[in-house]
């Protein structure tokens, strides 16, 4: 127990000096006033927090809408496009596709993935979860840095509340994270589920860690409870 204690410390730690670090070439790239830790916290909830609340609520009632269809042995023109776009064959499926996972983790990606709302991807696209678009035709900006010769590209948002209803999508339709979308049938404990999240970033198991501890040390969820 002492020993996990002290790797959560270690693992906070890390992540402060990370993004302090990043904070500091972020706003040498951006308009943004200088900001106390605390200042810059309360302005990513201000920003984000309403957003997740909104879609979480809007997908949570039409999970519920689409559960109770289906265990009445009804079927609706609604739940057959509902397979398409999230690309699922039977109602199992298409329920693990449709039930949306915490909003503490959510919540805690966006703060990961935008250093608090202060990536230039966010600040010039919305884009609060660094989704990559791989599609010529979307709205979407440039990366700064290349990989090799490549030009990486990242999804434009008109709202923060588009780009997280897209967030969610991805993770209910992505081969990628069918593991995750079977365990939040099962638990809809944020710490069981960020396990299963490894391949949404390079660090593979150390992501899952590293939101654990963002949030513990958020008391994020304290958004989970209502």
């Known amino acids: 127990m002492q020993l996990n204690k002290t ?33 810059k916290k309360a302005r990513f909830k201000a920003l984000i ?11 949570l009632s039409q999970y519920q ?3 109770k269809t289906i265990e009445q ?29 915490p909003r503490s983790i959510a919540i805690a990606q966006a703060a990961m993935e935008s250093s608090w709302a202060t990536s230039r991807f966010f600040r010039k696209a919305n884009n609060i ?4 678009s791989f599609d010529e035709g979307e709205p979407r900006i440039a990366a700064l840095q290349k990989r090799g010769d490549k030009t990486i590209w990242v999804k434009k948002y008109r709202s923060v509340e588009e780009a997280v209803f ?19 049938m099962i638990t809809d404990d944020p710490y069981v589920l960020v396990t299963k999240l490894d391949r949404y970033s390079e660090k593979g198991h150390l992501y899952g860690e590293e939101l654990t501890s963002i949030i513990k040390f958020n008391k ?6 209502d």
Not at 18 to 37: E, G, H, I, N, R
Not at 129 to 132: A, E, L, S
């Open 7 to 39: 790797k959560i410390l270690v693992l906070i730690l890390l992540l402060i000096i990370t993004a302090s670090v990043a904070f500091y070439f972020y706003q040498k790239d951006s308009d943004l006033p200088p900001m106390t830790v605390q200042e």
């Open 49 to 59: 927090v309403p957003a997740v609340n909104t879609v979480y609520t809007k997908l």
């Open 65 to 67: 809408e689409v559960k």
């Open 73 to 101: 042995g009804k079927s609706s023109e609604k739940i057959k496009q509902l397979k398409i776009e999230y690309k699922a064959n039977t109602h199992d499926e298409l329920l693990m596709a449709l039930k949306p996972h």
């Open 129 to 132: 979860f660094g989704v990559w």
């Open 166 to 184: 897209d967030y969610y999508r991805t993770l209910a339709r992505s081969a990628a994270f069918a593991e995750f979308r079977q365990t939040k």
């Open 220 to 225: 994020f969820t304290d958004y989970d409870k």
